[in-house]
Structure formats: structure tokens, C-alpha cells
């Protein structure tokens, strides 16, 4: 741009040629010949695979066509079965972790000696914390899963994703799950 151009022409009127030091290039300067011949003894320089870094086979113009309109939606793998029943496991299990250590607080504590020291009580009642969490984190997982697996079925079935998907979703999962528990 002209202004530069004058504001350098101006510092450099002003400081001579320190300026001129100050700004020159680190690398020696080589005119085209001179690089051209430098870049001789390297055979790949000169190769239009080198130029242009396709390295791959070439795509023929359907795939190249293909590659140029595909876009990754994330809506779409999201909206996928097996991404849902991961998410409904994921979710699940870090709810239950929450939950089963709530609930392990919230239980009367058994077996406490109560002429031990408060240090010696809290570990005792909290001696189980780590089984309660996990084992209500599996369960929780369990239900994200069977529930993610059988709305996604009938949403696919209905061919429509609505409210009475998760109402068939949780009746069909409170069914398996209390199958699985046996006659009571």
C-alpha cells in the first residue's frame, strides 16, 4: 500500500541504512536460474506428484464428485441407533454413579460403633459407597440402553419420531426389565 511505502521511505531517509538491515531477508537471495538449478539434484521437485501432494490413487470424477458433495452431519449420527443406545448407556451409568451414591448416604447406617471416634464411624458407614455406586450405575446403563434401543426401533417401525414413541419405548422397557427380574 502507497502509505507504507512512504512511512519506509520516510524511516528509511531518517535512519539511513540500519533500516535496511533491520528488514532484510535471513535467507540468501537466488535468482530463478539459480534455484532452478539447486532444485535439480532433487528428482522430486520437479514431479507433478510432488506439486501437487497427491500421494493416493486417483478417484475417478464420480468419486471426485461424491467427495465434494458429502458432509458430515452431526445430526445424523446422532440421530443413529447406536449412537443413541451409547449416549443412553453413557448418560445412565454416570446418573446412577450420582444416584447410587445418594442413595447409599441417605440409608440408615448398620452395625456402627458408636464408642469409636467420628473418623472410625463415617468409615464404616461409608464402607459399601463404592459397590452401591457402581452397581446402581450398571442398572442405570441397562435401562438407557434397553430404552434407546426399542424407541429407536419404533421410530423406525412408525416411520415418525413423536411423543408416543417414548411412551411405547418405556412401557416395552419396564416389561423387559421386569421379566428379567423374575415372577415376584
Known sequence: SPPLLQSLAVLNSCLGASLEIMWRPSWPRCSALACEER??????????????????????????????????NPQLVIDGCTARATMGVVGGSLMGLVMGGFFHTMQPPTD?????????????SYKGFGQ????????FAKVGAVYAGVECFFERERGTRD????????????GILAFQGGPS
Open 163 to 174: 411423543v408416543p414413541n417414548a411412551v411405547y419405548a418405556g412401557c416395552v422397557t419396564g
Open 132 to 139: 452401591a455406586c457402581i452397581r446402581m450405575s450398571r442398572n
Open 112 to 124: 456402627i460403633d458408636t464408642t469409636q471416634s467420628t473418623m472410625t464411624q463415617i468409615k464404616q
Open 39 to 72: 532444485a535439480d539434484g532433487n528428482p522430486y521437485v520437479h514431479s507433478e506428484r510432488y506439486r501437487t501432494l497427491n500421494y493416493g490413487q486417483k478417484l475417478t470424477a464420480e468419486e471426485l464428485e461424491f467427495m465434494r458433495n458429502i458432509s458430515l
